[in-house]
């Protein structure tokens, strides 16, 4: 029987929040399109209804866990402004996650090497970097800010994944969070 639109719709979301988690959690080189449609609750075979090929359905995965992460950065701005937003992006629950939030902290050096996907990556991340300028106030200042902060962010994130939990790994995650949040101080001026 055939689908309606709307169930054909909602199957695809369903796949590409699937290929999502898959790709910040194997990255793109190990990312399995097996188990992807597996996790979505349907066979390998329906895969072709929905995406011409592997890059397509990745890339697709790819832009909702950038869409995703750009909206928990938004919501938490929003609330509580950066400091908010670094406290819970530099936090042991988000280092610890099974399915990593951040794609660019889980993808960094892979994205890189695909010049679509890094443009499409460099997109997000300047998405990001705005949201944190425009809670730091706006302006070049802000933005320059907002970089520095958000390249800790991410950097620490990485470096506190490699260093596994506990001690090094949490004093990590401090570290860039008071760097980050004194950054954050409109008194802080960037050399």
């Given amino acids: 029987m055939k689908k309606s639109k709307a169930e054909t719709g909602q199957t695809k979301l369903r796949i590409v929040a699937a290929a999502a988690d898959e790709v910040r959690r194997k990255g793109l080189a190990e990312a399995n399109m097996a188990e992807v449609m597996s996790a979505a609750g349907l066979t390998h075979g329906g895969f072709y209804r929905h995406f011409a090929n592997r890059e397509h359905l ?5 832009r909702q866990a950038m ?24 936090s042991v629950a988000h280092r610890d996650e099974a399915v990593p939030r951040c794609p660019y902290a889980a993808l960094g050096s892979e994205l890189a ?70 950054i954050a101080q409109p008194s802080q001026r960037l050399t």
């Fill in 113 to 182: 090497r695909d010049p679509n996907l890094g443009a499409q990556a460099w997109a997000g991340v300047s998405a990001q970097i705005d949201t944190l300028a425009q809670g730091l106030g706006g302006g070049d200042d802000a933005r320059d800010r907002a970089t520095m902060i958000f390249a800790m962010m991410m950097g620490a994130m990485t470096l506190a994944r490699l260093a596994g939990d506990g001690g090094p790994s949490d004093r990590i995650l401090e570290l860039a969070r008071q760097e980050s949040l004194a």
């Fill in 58 to 62: 990745f890339a697709e995965g790819l």
């Fill in 67 to 90: 869409a995703t992460s750009q909206k928990v950065m938004a919501d938490r701005v929003a609330v509580g402004g950066v400091p908010h937003s670094v406290k819970g992006y530099l």
